[in-house]
């Protein structure tokens, strides 16, 4: 069974730091490109990080750009997301979500995903 798993999220200062994790299970999972998103309430799903299959490539979204770092490692079946410099506008509900081809590139484009995790709450509050 396809499995992508979240953990790390929680209640966090502004200017915090933390590190979600997402552990996959059920397919090859260094073949595959990754990918992080959130949703923050009343508002659409949006593209946070990518990371190809091989940690070769990275990209961001702009708001996020110098502040998170995405990584993975593929011993573990394991992708994360470094969040530094932390402010409200963070704080939604993240996603890990795997990409459908086999050998893929970064992409922040959601429906090129076809594995999802089901979301880690990361709040940003003094």
């Known amino acids: 069974q396809e499995q992508l798993v979240e953990s790390g999220g929680g209640l966090v200062q502004p200017g915090g730091s933390l590190r979600l994790s997402c552990a996959v299970s059920g397919r090859t999972f260094s073949k595959y490109g990754m990918g992080w998103f959130r949703q923050a309430p009343g508002k659409e799903r949006e593209f946070v990080a990518s990371i190809n299959w091989s940690a070769s490539g990275t990209t961001y979204a702009r708001s996020v750009q110098g502040r998170f770092t995405i990584s993975r490692d593929n011993a573990k079946n394991t992708v994360y997301l470094q969040m530094n410099s932390l402010n409200a506008e963070d704080t939604a509900v993240y996603y890990c979500?795997?990409?459908?081809?086999?050998?893929?590139?970064?992409?922040?484009?959601?429906?090129?995903?076809?594995?999802w995790g089901q979301g880690t709450q990361v709040t940003v509050s003094s």
């Open positions: 979500a795997c990409r459908r081809t086999v050998l893929g590139g970064v992409s922040n484009i959601e429906r090129e995903y076809d594995l």
